[in-house]
């Protein structure tokens, strides 16, 4: 168990609650960049690149959205690490 605690650094083992915050910020981010990227520039439906089950659970996705969805998310998580001071996170 005491190997598993090394593993982190120092800084990063009591910021539970930041780390929390910002997953539900990047799942939010995510969601919204998908709805607004879909609706935006959604020209192609998930169902015709094979996805069947996305398609038939919601029929309005739209590969545009899932990638405005990717970016938005990714960017967010890369704020978050770089306000949490993650390594990798945006250059300085």
């Not at 192609?44 to 996305?54: E, V």
Request: charged share 10%; hydrophobic share 45%.
């Amino acid at each position: 168990m005491a190997a598993a605690r090394t593993a982190y650094p120092a800084a990063l083992a009591h910021r539970g609650a930041q780390h929390v915050w910002w997953t539900s910020c990047t799942v939010a981010a995510a969601d919204i960049g998908a709805y607004f990227g879909g609706k935006r520039f959604g020209r192609h439906s998930l169902g015709a690149l094979g996805l069947g089950a996305a398609a038939k659970a919601s029929p309005n996705k739209t590969t545009e959205g899932a990638l405005a969805g990717f970016a938005a998310g990714g960017l967010c998580s890369a704020i978050g690490a770089r306000c949490l001071g993650w390594p990798g996170g945006l250059p300085a």
